[in-house]
């Protein structure tokens, strides 16, 4: 198998690291490829949206495996579909939208794969209620390091289930999974949106009637200082049931609405976004907005940024970092406080930053999500100082008994990634027992502690 | 009646990416090819993404009596798409007589193989299509790599004489010519420019055959730069190292 040499990074275009990059046709390729490259270490990588450098591999290599991604089997009656791990969830919903069914576990863009929203366990505005990926996966086949081909669930190779799930990638490559969808009437969000003037407001509001709805997320001015400290905007919403929808769309409930795609063309440079520009997009948003009801398409509430390809690129050559923490119910307000205070007073400006509230974990070895509050931000990378901006973060962080997201994550430092995952121990467990020579590594997990270098 | 096309090579690559380009189109499909599971995988896949009948079948490019067999397993046959091939470094080629034949067999004499039975049952039945893969490198032989642009020129010769048979009984002949595709034949290889996609050219061939067109070189500015090509004095040609 040939490889290609070049330069990879994540969705934030920080780090950037030369891998040695393979792309697997079939999946003889890919088991060849891991029974026999040179390169001593392999991470898989699906679209590349996670952010910092989980699916790179500094001097190693990668499997791009974007083309293994095939629908296998799917049953009308129970909404189970079989499918290929790097099918995305595009994919997924152009295929069985239209059929009555939806995606049970959406993050903010739907330009990811099945293979990476199991490897990061990922979560969407309902995690609250539904859950993270966890609660929609009933089963997946693994491709170990020794070449064998192992189903995990609940039930079969159990450990090995829960330490893939939230695991980076590095228990093996996922080769196939079974998902529960999950049956809607429309393509329609019913979305309420209303204004919280200060971060005690929106925590109360979520407090007290986001059980009301399957989907909260709030997005909060990060730059308002003082008594607009957190000031929000809730949107929260549910799935339109048919009488929801005005009668003229209900004969063709899941009619997908035409929407003109947008796109950065080029890498804007890296002034673009400056504590000025983005403190005016952020109050113009928050005056912008109004409080009430509206009935709108799926993808304009769960993927707004999906509707601008390339997006990331108006943060310049340089790149960004995105930054996601979770903080636990009895800390969380003083941490999200901290937090803010530690950004506003450094000026540091991000473009967008989103606070929800956590329901029940899962029981993945290294899953991110845990009952309370998540804040996630974007910050331009400006050099090394953004780096210790987010130190002290994770430190605020961590003192408050809170954790950082890994599928985001770019610069944690490993003795902090280890008092945030208790999990470390039992996932190193795991992992020796089916990859004992650290086969699947990748530059975040080397950075983390997580696998040793070859 | 939906129509059904064969599609044998559909395993991977351009031809997976035709046979997915066809099913969009509402076309059913018999898949062969050489790994069957993969096939089985591609096959489920279509059927469930378009809502078309997808079966698949063995297929073995040097297995020559096992060709008409797999025409005639066909319930219905209205078009048929060859995109299997082979290719070796024209140095390997050069060095082992055994690799050259090989490539000649798989790209040219196979692909009359299967397209004389499915001629036959297309004249008889008076309608369809036919259509391969064959390649710009068939244009001109080049010292690069002219044993496998000669097995796929003879193919373009073949489809030409074809197209021209099947004419009056309404079969309709398509020879495609794609330059460089982005496949796992050639990922990683130095040296190549103006790399198309496979669904790129799958566009293309579903598009010229919808047209009826019997010769589509994809993307199409392949045809310019071949006809330049084709036009260089060979005096001239034989001093450029290409």
Request: aromatic fraction near 8%; charge should be neutral; glycine fraction near 8%.
């Amino acid at each position: 198998m040939r490889h290609v040499s070049r330069a990879v990074s994540g969705w934030g275009n920080y780090p950037v690291a030369q891998c040695d990059v393979y792309r697997p046709e079939t999946r003889a390729d890919l088991a060849e490829i891991v029974a026999r490259a040179p390169q001593s270490s392999l991470i898989a990588r699906g679209l590349g949206r996670s952010y910092g450098d989980a699916a790179l591999n500094a001097g190693h290599a990668v499997i791009q495996s974007d083309r293994l991604d095939r629908l296998l089997s799917f049953d009308p009656e129970g909404g189970v579909l079989a499918c290929e791990a790097a099918v995305s969830l595009a994919e997924i919903l152009d295929v069985f939208l239209p059929r009555g069914f939806f995606f049970p576990v959406t993050p903010g863009t739907k330009f990811i794969t099945v293979g990476g929203a199991i490897a990061a366990d990922v979560h969407g505005k309902n995690h609250h209620r539904s859950g993270s990926m966890a609660a929609s996966l009933l089963d997946f086949q693994l491709l170990t390091a020794r070449g064998d081909v192992l189903t995990c669930s609940r039930e079969e190779n159990a450990d090995l289930f829960w330490a893939t799930l939230g695991g980076m990638g590095l228990t093996g490559v996922i080769l196939e999974a079974r998902l529960q969808l999950r049956p809607v009437d429309t393509a329609a969000m019913v979305v309420d949106q209303e204004k919280a003037r200060d971060l005690d407001a929106v925590l109360e509001r979520c407090a007290e009637s986001d059980d009301d709805y399957d989907y909260s997320v709030s997005w909060i001015d990060c730059l308002a200082r003082g008594r607009s400290l957190g000031r929000s905007i809730l949107l929260r919403a549910n799935h339109a049931a048919l009488e929801d929808l005005p009668a003229s769309a209900r004969a063709e409930p899941y009619a997908p609405q035409r929407r003109l795609q947008l796109s950065v063309p080029f890498t804007l440079p890296s002034f673009t976004l400056n504590p000025v520009s983005v403190r005016a997009f952020n109050t113009g948003i928050y005056h912008v907005h109004r409080s009430g009801r509206t009935v709108r398409d799926c993808d304009g509430y769960f993927y707004p940024l999906d509707r601008v390809h390339h997006w990331n690129r108006i943060y310049g050559r340089r790149g960004m970092l995105q930054y996601q923490c979770a903080l636990p119910h009895e800390s969380a307000r003083q941490g999200l406080v901290e937090v803010l205070e530690e950004l506003s007073s450094t000026r540091r400006a991000s473009f967008l930053a989103v606070l929800k509230s956590f329901g029940a974990a899962s029981e993945g070895v290294l899953s991110f999500p845990r009952p309370g509050f998540t804040l996630a931000l974007d910050l331009p990378y400006t050099g090394p100082d953004a780096l210790a901006a987010l130190a002290r973060l994770d430190r605020i962080v961590a003192r408050h008994g809170g954790n950082v997201y890994l599928a985001k994550d770019a610069c944690l430092d490993p003795q902090l990634f280890r008092d945030m995952y208790p999990g470390l121990e039992r996932f190193r467990e795991i992992k020796d027992k089916v990859d004992p020579e650290h086969r699947f590594s990748s530059s975040q997990a080397r950075r983390l502690g997580l696998a040793e270098a070859p | 009646m939906s129509e059904t096309a064969l599609v044998v090579g559909a395993s991977s690559g351009i031809g997976r990416a035709i046979a997915a380009a066809l099913a969009a189109s509402g076309t059913d499909l018999v898949l062969a090819g050489r790994n069957q599971e993969e096939l089985a995988r591609t096959a489920a896949d279509l059927a469930l993404r378009h809502g078309v009948k997808t079966s698949v079948r063995p297929f073995e490019a040097l297995d020559f009596d096992s060709h008409p067999v797999l025409i005639g397993s066909c319930e219905r046959l209205d078009g048929v798409m060859l995109c299997h091939g082979q290719q070796f470094e024209q140095e390997e080629a050069q060095a082992d007589p055994q690799l050259a034949r090989r490539m000649i067999d798989v790209n040219f004499t196979s692909a009359v193989s299967v397209l004389e039975a499915a001629a036959r049952r297309l004249e008889a039945q008076g309608s369809g299509w036919i259509s391969a893969l064959s390649s710009v490198a068939g244009d001109r032989g080049r010292p690069s790599n002219y044993l496998y642009g000669a097995s796929k020129g003879g193919l373009s010769t073949y489809l030409q004489g074809l197209d021209a048979r099947l004419a009056g009984a309404g079969v309709r002949v398509l020879t495609v010519k794609p330059g460089f595709v982005d496949t796992g034949l050639t990922y990683g290889r130095p040296g190549l420019f103006l790399v198309a996609s496979p669904e790129k050219v799958a566009a293309d061939v579903v598009r010229a055959l919808r047209r009826g067109r019997s010769v589509v070189y994809s993307p199409w500015f392949w045809w310019g730069i071949l006809a330049i090509l084709r036009a260089i004095p060979t005096r001239i040609f034989r001093r450029l190292s290409l």
